[in-house]
């Protein structure tokens, strides 16, 4: 369970470019909920993001996790239970690396290695088996380095190794925008799967409509720091992109685009 309370965030303070982007902001995130989260450019859904990660700080209120305050907890710590998927499959992965390392070095993440080796290839049949269900073709290449991968093969084996350990939360950041159609739709119903298999509570920032409406179990639109639209159970699935899109254009030619 996330709760943010009574956010303040501003960006600039004391320049002419003082912004601020929230003030008072408050959101509340079952367990289990799948939130899919759309607005227009500098709406706040990445800084949202940001926030809940500890990548950035706030200036007031409060972030709670299942009751527990962590707003002053550095970012390292909250990663060991937060995974996170980037728009670029760079940032996701080591490209200089083998996939055999990658996954090793997923696999121990927030375990301490002491003078042990970093890969232990007795579990390279696991390992198999884990990328066998992405059906990507990647159970056969462990000893082949990321950057040779293609940007979907990239981005599934970053969303694998972003949940390989327990995590509360697992955060995609525009994590099929960078892709081609084809590849996206592949990867967002390989993201579907893994938030059902492993019953995670996700949050994914997207500008794509059709998957915000399509997947996950509630969507919310932001504006200039605030949400203008949640929707969640059947108001969610009775929902349509051409409903979403109108709000858009509302808001639009509100702000005089």
């Given at each position: 369970?996330l709760?943010l309370?009574?956010?303040?965030?501003y960006?600039?303070p004391g320049?002419?470019?003082?912004?601020?982007?929230?003030r008072?902001?408050?959101l509340?995130i079952e367990?289990g909920?799948f939130?899919?989260?759309?607005?227009?450019?500098?709406?706040?859904?990445?800084s949202l993001?940001?926030?809940?990660c500890?990548?950035?700080?706030v200036?007031s209120?409060?972030?709670?996790?299942?009751?527990e305050?962590i707003?002053?907890?550095?970012e390292?710590?909250?990663m060991?239970?937060?995974g996170?998927?980037?728009?670029?499959?760079?940032?996701?992965?080591?490209p200089?690396?083998?996939i055999l390392e990658?996954?090793?070095?997923?696999?121990?993440?927030g375990k301490?290695?002491?003078?042990?080796?970093?890969?232990d290839r007795?579990?390279r049949s696991?390992?198999?088996?884990?990328?066998?269900?992405?059906?990507?073709?990647?159970?056969?290449k462990?000893?082949v380095?990321v950057?040779s991968l293609s940007?979907g093969?990239?981005?599934?084996l970053?969303?694998?190794m972003a949940?390989m350990t327990?995590?509360d939360?697992?955060?995609l950041?525009?994590?099929t925008?960078?892709l081609?159609?084809?590849?996206a739709?592949?990867?967002?119903?390989?993201?579907?799967?893994?938030?059902?298999?492993?019953k995670?509570?996700?949050?994914?920032v997207?500008?794509?409509l059709?998957?915000?409406?399509?997947y996950?179990?509630?969507?919310?639109?932001m504006?200039?720091?605030k949400?203008i639209l949640?929707?969640s159970?059947?108001?969610k699935?009775?929902?349509?992109?051409?409903?979403?899109?109108a709000?858009?254009?509302?808001i639009?030619?509100?702000c005089g685009?």
């Amino acid at each position: 369970m996330l709760d943010l309370k009574g956010i303040h965030k501003y960006y600039n303070p004391g320049t002419i470019n003082e912004l601020c982007l929230f003030r008072d902001f408050s959101l509340h995130i079952e367990d289990g909920e799948f939130v899919a989260v759309v607005g227009s450019n500098g709406s706040g859904k990445t800084s949202l993001l940001n926030i809940i990660c500890g990548s950035i700080p706030v200036d007031s209120g409060q972030i709670l996790v299942n009751g527990e305050d962590i707003t002053n907890q550095k970012e390292y710590k909250r990663m060991g239970s937060i995974g996170r998927v980037f728009q670029n499959p760079a940032l996701g992965t080591c490209p200089s690396m083998t996939i055999l390392e990658n996954l090793s070095l997923a696999e121990h993440k927030g375990k301490p290695y002491g003078l042990s080796r970093g890969v232990d290839r007795k579990k390279r049949s696991h390992y198999q088996e884990l990328l066998g269900a992405l059906n990507l073709r990647l159970e056969d290449k462990l000893d082949v380095k990321v950057g040779s991968l293609s940007g979907g093969q990239r981005q599934a084996l970053a969303l694998l190794m972003a949940t390989m350990t327990p995590v509360d939360f697992l955060i995609l950041d525009e994590h099929t925008a960078a892709l081609d159609p084809k590849t996206a739709e592949v990867n967002m119903k390989l993201t579907d799967q893994i938030v059902r298999e492993k019953k995670l509570t996700s949050i994914m920032v997207t500008h794509n409509l059709r998957y915000a409406i399509e997947y996950g179990s509630r969507i919310l639109m932001m504006h200039q720091g605030k949400v203008i639209l949640d929707k969640s159970g059947q108001e969610k699935k009775d929902l349509k992109v051409e409903d979403v899109l109108a709000l858009f254009n509302e808001i639009s030619i509100e702000c005089g685009n």
